[in-house]
């Protein structure tokens, strides 16, 4: 599949989108043992251009560029990132991730904790695999409980702590050990990571996915809620820094935006008063 036409499916896609569908997945995945990372894919989409392959200028010397054989300039050709999205020109997975060889079609690659899908082709597969879902999500009064006291931790965050500290401080909570047994029993394939580690994963991704939907961003960093950045391209904290854009910039002192709470959440009567709550 080419650039441009991923773009055109991943918008055919988007349009026919029913966002409750993937708020209700993101809710009841909370206390199961999976990961379901629709809404991540979905929210990275409110701003995001609809736009053809855009070549970078000037990467290559020109001088070198007539030197080459026309195999080494089409080779170049293939593998230039879209200066808009940093895509490929053409989708070219192997289905090699962190050395773990995997089927590329295959929902575990996709709906698993911690894989970045911030590329146009894999964006596209979660969307069309959310989309085809037949049956409703079965959000559970352990799924909204555990949702309140992350929300709260955030909510009554200190002005100077980041988002590590709050992941910290979410393995204390009342729902980390029963998530973590909730995975151990599944037998959940954690290639080698302790479960304890991949449950932290998790709470991680749903703190980065409160970020895309733009509930924990920064007065800087707006993107994708209220405005475009190219998301393999963002900046980060550091270097070293293993979080997402924006959520990686967030602290205690930004709170949470509630108008982005409430363009996702704003509709589930249980969550209607966590503002309230101390």
């Given amino acids: 599949m ?7 499916k991943l918008f055919l896609e988007y349009e026919t989108v029913d966002k409750k569908r993937y708020t209700d997945l993101f809710l009841s995945s909370l206390t199961d043992s999976k990961w379901n990372s629709g809404l991540y894919a979905y929210a990275t989409m409110k701003t995001f251009p609809k736009h053809n392959f855009t070549e970078r200028e000037g990467d290559v010397d020109p001088k070198i560029y007539a030197a080459w054989t026309d195999e080494q300039k089409s080779f170049n050709h293939s593998r230039q990132p879209c200066m808009i999205c940093s895509a490929m020109r053409q989708d070219i997975r192997t289905g090699e991730w962190q050395g773990i060889s995997r089927d590329v079609w295959d929902d575990s690659f996709y709906f698993i904790a911690g894989l970045s899908i911030d590329d146009i082709y894999k964006r596209l597969y979660v969307l069309q695999r959310v989309n085809q879902l037949e049956s ?14 992350i929300l709260l931790c955030l909510k009554n965050a200190e002005p100077d702590t980041k988002i ?7 393995k204390k909570s009342s729902f980390f050990k029963p998530l973590a047994t909730r995975m151990k029993d599944a037998g959940l394939k954690t290639d080698g990571i302790s479960i304890n580690q991949t449950c932290s994963y998790k709470v991680q991704c749903i703190l980065e996915t409160l970020g895309v939907c733009g ?6 960093h707006k993107a994708p809620f209220y405005e475009y950045r190219n998301l393999a391209v963002a900046p980060r904290t550091s270097r070293s820094s293993d979080w997402s854009y924006p959520v990686d910039f967030w602290k205690g002192s930004d709170g949470i935006d509630w108008e982005a709470f409430d363009y996702w959440f704003g509709e589930y009567e249980e969550l209607k008063d966590i503002r309230k709550q101390a």
């Fill in 215 to 220: 509930i924990l961003r920064t007065e800087k």
């Fill in 164 to 170: 590590r500290e709050i992941n910290k401080q979410l």
């Fill in 2 to 8: 080419t650039h441009d036409e991923a773009i055109e």
């Fill in 136 to 149: 409703t999500a079965n959000i559970t009064e352990q799924d909204y409980d555990m949702f309140k006291e």
